[in-house]
Nanobody, 126 residues
Framework: QVQLVESGGGLVQTGGSLRLSCVVS????????MAWFRQAPGKERAFVAA????????LYADSVKGRFTISRDNAKNTVYLQMNSLKPEDTALYYC???????????????????WGQGTQVTVSS
């Protein structure tokens, strides 16, 4: 009943930028958090960034700190991932995810999240 629709993936050169978007529709929750995960071929799905919807508190994986920024637009029910200084190692299928309920800490495990988008491919050429 909750749907996450992602967009913004594509092909970019090393050092370039992309902005991913994830629109939330369907059932709404008073308390929830959202996150971005990514999965490269042959590797497990990995945490990228998370944000609490209520206050905007954020958490980042060490591999993307200083380069990626997660944000949300309350009026548009949309979460963004601004990706700068992209590297070939960032190439992956990127997923948007939502976790319902109150959490004191932002979660980084993929199995903590209830709903997932379809994924959008990001390819960084070298």
């Amino acid at each position: 009943q909750v749907q996450l629709v992602e967009s913004g993936g594509g092909l970019v050169q090393t050092g370039g930028s992309l902005r991913l978007s994830c629109v939330v529709s369907g059932r709404t929750y008073s308390s929830y958090s959202m996150a971005w995960f990514r999965q490269a071929p042959g590797k497990e799905r990995a945490f990228v960034a998370a944000i609490a919807w209520s206050d905007g508190n954020t958490l980042y994986a060490d591999s993307v700190k200083g380069r990626f920024t997660i944000s949300r637009d309350n009026a548009k029910n949309t979460v963004y991932l601004q990706m700068n200084s992209l590297k070939p190692e960032d190439t992956a299928l990127y997923y948007c995810a939502l976790k319902s309920g109150i959490s004191f800490f932002l979660r980084i495990r993929d199995d903590d999240y209830n709903y997932w988008g379809q994924g959008t491919q990001v390819t960084v050429s070298s």
